[in-house]
């Protein structure tokens, strides 16, 4: 499908928003550790400033690239539309991911830099551990359901706050603080700070990951099925096109992605 934005420029909304996302999740980490030394706090105060700058992103970037900024999005939205033509292609797939995993390394270095941190220091926050993964898995499955389910429904344009609300929960009750994003777990191996993964446990996390795709995407077809007659209603689909909904159309949402 082809939006009103060329793929050059959604794939640089997709770099630039990734990229402020991490930031805002690795800014805010340094700065909840400067101010207490609770982890209790540092974690809420990190969620929050998540939660926040989440919806702002999805607001302010979704009608030009969907404002995925997360891989599993991306590729959740391909498979689901790659038979009615709703979803990217493939060349805008290979596109958005690059500029994804580019701009979250990206967002992890600048929030170094604007904390005078070391701009790239591998981090040493060590995440292995089955029951992490498995954290993983339920956050990025209830991350794909929750998008696609208000898709399905003709929900989309509630996205913003509700992606954000479900992240900020996420935060707390996963194990694994619900990184729920491949790109941002790249970034976050950029930098040793509270936010920071190391790389070795990098990959099981993004494996889980790619699991909770697969989950999310099986939960929406057998809770919402096929697609519905969307309700008659304007929505902002993936590319940025406004236009109301019609009949046997469906509407995706802006999207992110999130991350804890």
């Not at 794939?11 to 930031?23: H, N, P, S, W, Y």
């Not at 339920?138 to 996205?159: K, Y």
Request: with cysteine; aromatic share 8%.
């Amino acid at each position: 499908m082809t939006g009103t934005a060329p793929l050059g420029r959604r794939a640089a909304v997709e770099f630039v928003g990734t990229g402020a996302l991490v930031a805002v999740v690795v800014g805010s980490g340094i700065q909840a550790t400067k101010l207490s030394q609770d982890v209790g706090v540092q974690l809420l105060a990190n969620s929050l400033a998540t939660v926040f700058g989440l919806g702002v992103l999805i607001t302010l970037l979704g009608p030009v690239s969907g404002a995925h900024l997360n891989p599993a999005v991306t590729l959740a939205a391909w498979w689901t539309g790659r038979r009615d033509g709703e979803g990217p292609n493939l060349c805008e797939v290979f596109a958005y991911l690059p500029a994804q995993i580019l701009g979250a390394i990206g967002g992890a270095v600048l929030a170094d830099a604007m904390f005078a941190e070391p701009l790239v220091r591998w981090s040493t926050h060590d995440r292995w551990a089955p029951h992490l993964w498995l954290g993983e898995v339920v956050a990025t499955a209830g991350l794909i359901l929750l998008i696609f389910g208000l898709a399905r429904v003709g929900r989309a344009h509630f996205a913003p706050v509700a992606v954000a609300s479900y992240i900020g929960a996420a935060y707390w009750f996963t194990s694994s603080t619900s990184f729920a994003n491949p790109a941002v777990t790249v970034g976050r191996a950029f930098t040793d700070t509270f936010a920071g993964i190391a790389p070795v446990s990098t990959l099981p996390f993004v494996a889980a990951q790619l699991l909770g795709l697969a989950v999310g995407v099986a939960l929406v077809a057998v809770l919402f099925g096929r697609p519905a007659v969307a309700a008659a209603e304007d929505v902002v689909v993936p590319h940025g096109e406004h236009h109301p909904a019609v009949a046997a159309r469906r509407a995706p949402p802006p999207l992110f992605l999130p991350e804890g």
